[in-house]
């Protein structure tokens, strides 16, 4: 996988992450938010670099918003 699809792929991953944490989302809320803010701008920062030079179901994924779509698409269709 070269290095700007493996820098999306771990965005993705850390979106993922920040998610699932529950706890962090019950104990402060705003700052789960700003959290999950930060990270959606940072996939869209990424994605605007990379529109170019990436597949057209990927541009397509992340232009959507389906975010678990173009990570499962990154690590089951480009070669590591």
Known sequence: MNSELKKLA???RKRLEIIAD???RDKDPGSHLKSLEE???AIE???ETLR???DARLNHYLTNMSYEKALSHI???ISN
Do not use: A, D
């Open 22 to 24: 529950h706890e962090f």
């Open 39 to 41: 990270i959606s701008l």
């Open 10 to 12: 771990e965005l993705l």
């Open 75 to 77: 690590e089951n269709n």
């Open 45 to 47: 920062s990424e994605h």
């Open 52 to 54: 170019n030079s990436i």
